[in-house]
T-cell receptor
Framework: EADIYQTPRYLVIGTGKKITLECSQTMGHDKMYWYQQDPGMELHLIHY???????EKGDLSSESTVSRIRTEHFPLTLESARPSHTSQYLC??????????????FGPGTRLTVT | KNQVEQSPQSLIILEGKNCTLQCNYTVSPFSNLRWYKQDTGRGPVSLTI?????NTKSNGRYTATLDADTKQSSLHITASQLSDSASYIC?????????????FGRGTQLTVWP
Protein backbone atom coordinates (compact mmCIF):
# COMPACT_ATOMS: atom_id res chain seq x y z
CA GLU A 1 0.00 0.00 0.00
CA ALA A 2 1.36 3.40 -1.01
CA ASP A 3 1.96 6.08 1.63
CA ILE A 4 -0.36 8.68 0.18
CA TYR A 5 -3.32 9.95 2.13
CA GLN A 6 -6.42 11.96 1.37
CA THR A 7 -8.92 13.60 3.69
CA PRO A 8 -11.79 13.69 3.95
CA ARG A 9 -12.77 10.43 2.25
CA TYR A 10 -16.36 11.60 1.83
CA LEU A 11 -17.76 15.14 1.88
CA VAL A 12 -21.31 16.39 1.39
CA ILE A 13 -21.52 20.17 1.30
CA GLY A 14 -23.90 22.89 0.25
CA THR A 15 -23.56 25.16 -2.76
CA GLY A 16 -21.34 28.19 -2.26
CA LYS A 17 -19.17 26.74 0.50
CA LYS A 18 -15.39 26.86 0.36
CA ILE A 19 -13.71 23.48 0.65
CA THR A 20 -10.17 22.17 0.78
CA LEU A 21 -9.29 18.58 -0.06
CA GLU A 22 -6.12 17.42 1.64
CA CYS A 23 -3.44 15.19 0.11
CA SER A 24 -0.20 14.12 1.76
CA GLN A 25 2.53 11.66 0.84
CA THR A 26 5.47 10.43 2.89
CA MET A 27 7.52 8.97 0.04
CA GLY A 28 9.50 12.15 -0.70
CA HIS A 29 8.10 12.35 -4.25
CA ASP A 30 8.57 15.61 -6.12
CA LYS A 31 5.74 15.12 -8.63
CA MET A 32 2.16 15.22 -7.42
CA TYR A 33 -1.16 15.22 -9.29
CA TRP A 34 -4.88 15.77 -8.87
CA TYR A 35 -7.34 13.81 -11.01
CA GLN A 36 -11.10 14.02 -11.31
CA GLN A 37 -13.12 10.87 -12.01
CA ASP A 38 -16.83 10.50 -12.64
CA PRO A 39 -18.51 7.05 -12.38
CA GLY A 40 -17.66 4.81 -15.33
CA MET A 41 -15.43 7.45 -16.87
CA GLU A 42 -11.69 7.86 -17.27
CA LEU A 43 -9.50 9.87 -14.93
CA HIS A 44 -8.84 13.43 -16.01
CA LEU A 45 -5.78 15.38 -14.89
CA ILE A 46 -6.79 18.74 -13.39
CA HIS A 47 -3.57 19.89 -11.65
CA TYR A 48 0.02 18.78 -11.24
CA UNK A 49 3.19 19.89 -9.54
CA UNK A 50 6.87 19.22 -10.23
CA UNK A 51 7.89 20.27 -6.74
CA UNK A 52 7.64 22.99 -4.10
CA UNK A 53 6.21 26.27 -5.47
CA UNK A 54 5.46 24.60 -8.82
CA UNK A 55 1.84 24.12 -9.92
CA GLU A 56 0.32 23.68 -13.37
CA LYS A 57 -3.16 23.17 -14.76
CA GLY A 58 -3.94 19.83 -16.33
CA ASP A 59 -5.97 18.86 -19.36
CA LEU A 60 -9.42 19.24 -17.83
CA SER A 61 -10.45 22.77 -17.01
CA SER A 62 -11.22 23.08 -13.32
CA GLU A 63 -12.33 25.94 -11.10
CA SER A 64 -10.23 24.52 -8.30
CA THR A 65 -6.82 25.80 -7.25
CA VAL A 66 -3.83 24.04 -5.70
CA SER A 67 -0.74 24.97 -3.73
CA ARG A 68 2.59 23.25 -3.04
CA ILE A 69 4.32 24.86 -0.10
CA ARG A 70 5.79 21.62 1.23
CA THR A 71 6.98 18.57 -0.70
CA GLU A 72 4.65 16.21 1.10
CA HIS A 73 1.49 18.31 0.92
CA PHE A 74 -0.67 19.19 -2.14
CA PRO A 75 -4.09 20.55 -1.13
CA LEU A 76 -6.88 21.36 -3.59
CA THR A 77 -9.32 24.21 -2.89
CA LEU A 78 -12.71 25.12 -4.29
CA GLU A 79 -13.63 28.70 -3.35
CA SER A 80 -17.34 28.26 -4.03
CA ALA A 81 -18.62 24.72 -4.49
CA ARG A 82 -21.32 24.00 -7.07
CA PRO A 83 -23.30 20.83 -7.90
CA SER A 84 -21.21 20.48 -11.08
CA HIS A 85 -18.17 19.89 -8.82
CA THR A 86 -19.70 16.63 -7.56
CA SER A 87 -17.16 13.96 -8.42
CA GLN A 88 -14.38 11.76 -7.08
CA TYR A 89 -11.04 13.52 -6.65
CA LEU A 90 -7.89 11.40 -6.67
CA CYS A 91 -4.45 12.57 -5.60
CA UNK A 92 -1.30 10.84 -6.85
CA UNK A 93 2.45 11.14 -6.61
CA UNK A 94 5.26 9.66 -8.65
CA UNK A 95 8.82 8.54 -8.21
CA UNK A 96 11.75 10.79 -8.97
CA UNK A 97 13.45 8.17 -11.15
CA UNK A 98 13.77 7.76 -14.91
CA UNK A 99 12.21 10.35 -17.16
CA UNK A 100 9.18 8.40 -18.39
CA UNK A 101 8.96 4.99 -16.74
CA UNK A 102 7.94 5.97 -13.26
CA UNK A 103 5.41 4.46 -10.93
CA UNK A 104 2.46 6.64 -10.01
CA UNK A 105 0.82 6.01 -6.64
CA PHE A 106 -2.76 7.01 -5.94
CA GLY A 107 -4.48 7.99 -2.75
CA PRO A 108 -7.86 6.50 -1.78
CA GLY A 109 -9.78 9.47 -3.17
CA THR A 110 -12.32 11.99 -1.85
CA ARG A 111 -15.92 11.55 -2.91
CA LEU A 112 -17.38 15.07 -3.05
CA THR A 113 -21.11 15.75 -3.26
CA VAL A 114 -22.35 19.32 -3.57
CA THR A 115 -26.05 19.78 -2.88
CA LYS B 1 -5.99 12.27 -31.08
CA ASN B 2 -4.41 10.20 -28.31
CA GLN B 3 -6.92 7.67 -27.03
CA VAL B 4 -7.15 4.49 -25.02
CA GLU B 5 -10.09 2.15 -25.66
CA GLN B 6 -10.92 -0.83 -23.47
CA SER B 7 -13.19 -3.80 -24.01
CA PRO B 8 -15.40 -5.20 -22.80
CA GLN B 9 -16.96 -2.41 -20.76
CA SER B 10 -18.08 -4.97 -18.18
CA LEU B 11 -17.59 -8.68 -17.60
CA ILE B 12 -19.06 -11.25 -15.23
CA ILE B 13 -17.27 -14.54 -14.62
CA LEU B 14 -17.48 -17.38 -12.11
CA GLU B 15 -14.87 -17.81 -9.44
CA GLY B 16 -11.97 -19.95 -10.62
CA LYS B 17 -12.40 -19.09 -14.30
CA ASN B 18 -9.91 -17.20 -16.45
CA CYS B 19 -10.59 -14.01 -18.38
CA THR B 20 -8.87 -11.60 -20.75
CA LEU B 21 -9.36 -7.86 -20.95
CA GLN B 22 -8.41 -5.85 -24.03
CA CYS B 23 -6.88 -2.44 -24.58
CA ASN B 24 -6.26 -0.59 -27.86
CA TYR B 25 -4.46 2.73 -27.97
CA THR B 26 -3.46 5.44 -30.39
CA VAL B 27 -1.04 7.29 -28.10
CA SER B 28 2.08 8.47 -29.87
CA PRO B 29 4.97 8.67 -29.30
CA PHE B 30 4.57 5.66 -27.04
CA SER B 31 6.53 5.31 -23.82
CA ASN B 32 4.90 2.66 -21.67
CA LEU B 33 1.63 0.94 -20.89
CA ARG B 34 0.25 0.20 -17.44
CA TRP B 35 -2.60 -1.80 -16.07
CA TYR B 36 -4.20 -0.61 -12.84
CA LYS B 37 -6.77 -2.26 -10.58
CA GLN B 38 -9.30 0.05 -8.95
CA ASP B 39 -11.56 -1.25 -6.23
CA THR B 40 -14.85 0.57 -5.73
CA GLY B 41 -14.32 3.79 -3.82
CA ARG B 42 -10.52 3.44 -3.83
CA GLY B 43 -7.63 4.78 -5.85
CA PRO B 44 -6.05 2.74 -8.67
CA VAL B 45 -3.23 0.34 -7.79
CA SER B 46 -0.58 -0.56 -10.35
CA LEU B 47 -0.44 -4.16 -11.58
CA THR B 48 2.14 -3.97 -14.39
CA ILE B 49 4.17 -1.47 -16.41
CA UNK B 50 5.54 -2.42 -19.84
CA UNK B 51 7.86 -0.46 -22.07
CA UNK B 52 8.19 -0.69 -25.84
CA UNK B 53 10.66 -3.58 -25.68
CA UNK B 54 8.57 -5.77 -23.36
CA ASN B 55 5.79 -7.94 -24.76
CA THR B 56 4.71 -9.74 -21.60
CA LYS B 57 4.86 -9.18 -17.87
CA SER B 58 3.34 -11.10 -15.00
CA ASN B 59 2.31 -10.17 -11.49
CA GLY B 60 1.00 -13.26 -9.72
CA ARG B 61 -2.21 -14.35 -11.44
CA TYR B 62 -2.14 -11.28 -13.69
CA THR B 63 -0.32 -11.45 -17.04
CA ALA B 64 -0.18 -8.47 -19.37
CA THR B 65 0.86 -8.59 -23.01
CA LEU B 66 1.83 -5.77 -25.32
CA ASP B 67 2.00 -5.62 -29.11
CA ALA B 68 3.48 -2.22 -29.84
CA ASP B 69 3.14 -2.74 -33.60
CA THR B 70 -0.64 -3.16 -33.50
CA LYS B 71 -0.96 -0.92 -30.42
CA GLN B 72 -2.83 -3.54 -28.46
CA SER B 73 -2.51 -4.91 -24.95
CA SER B 74 -4.33 -7.54 -22.96
CA LEU B 75 -4.59 -8.43 -19.30
CA HIS B 76 -5.16 -12.09 -18.54
CA ILE B 77 -6.43 -13.10 -15.11
CA THR B 78 -5.97 -16.72 -14.14
CA ALA B 79 -8.06 -18.66 -11.62
CA SER B 80 -10.18 -15.65 -10.68
CA GLN B 81 -11.04 -14.91 -7.06
CA LEU B 82 -13.87 -12.89 -5.55
CA SER B 83 -11.33 -10.21 -4.64
CA ASP B 84 -10.58 -9.70 -8.32
CA SER B 85 -13.91 -7.88 -8.65
CA ALA B 86 -12.85 -4.35 -9.57
CA SER B 87 -12.34 -1.97 -12.47
CA TYR B 88 -9.22 -2.66 -14.54
CA ILE B 89 -7.80 0.42 -16.19
CA CYS B 90 -5.38 0.54 -19.11
CA UNK B 91 -3.10 3.59 -19.04
CA UNK B 92 -0.65 4.64 -21.74
CA UNK B 93 2.16 7.14 -21.27
CA UNK B 94 3.70 9.21 -24.02
CA UNK B 95 7.28 10.41 -24.20
CA UNK B 96 6.49 13.72 -25.79
CA UNK B 97 6.70 15.76 -22.62
CA UNK B 98 8.74 15.97 -19.46
CA UNK B 99 5.66 15.10 -17.42
CA UNK B 100 5.18 11.79 -19.24
CA UNK B 101 1.52 12.42 -19.86
CA UNK B 102 -0.82 9.51 -18.91
CA UNK B 103 -3.84 8.63 -21.03
CA PHE B 104 -6.49 6.63 -19.19
CA GLY B 105 -9.05 4.18 -20.53
CA ARG B 106 -12.51 4.02 -18.98
CA GLY B 107 -11.82 0.63 -17.51
CA THR B 108 -13.39 -2.81 -17.66
CA GLN B 109 -15.66 -3.55 -14.70
CA LEU B 110 -15.03 -7.16 -13.70
CA THR B 111 -17.41 -8.99 -11.39
CA VAL B 112 -16.48 -12.42 -10.06
CA TRP B 113 -19.39 -14.51 -8.79
CA PRO B 114 -19.04 -17.41 -6.36
Amino acid sequence: EADIYQTPRYLVIGTGKKITLECSQTMGHDKMYWYQQDPGMELHLIHYSYGVNSTEKGDLSSESTVSRIRTEHFPLTLESARPSHTSQYLCASSENGGRHVYEQYFGPGTRLTVT
Amino acid sequence: KNQVEQSPQSLIILEGKNCTLQCNYTVSPFSNLRWYKQDTGRGPVSLTIMTFSENTKSNGRYTATLDADTKQSSLHITASQLSDSASYICVVSDRGSTLGRLYFGRGTQLTVWP
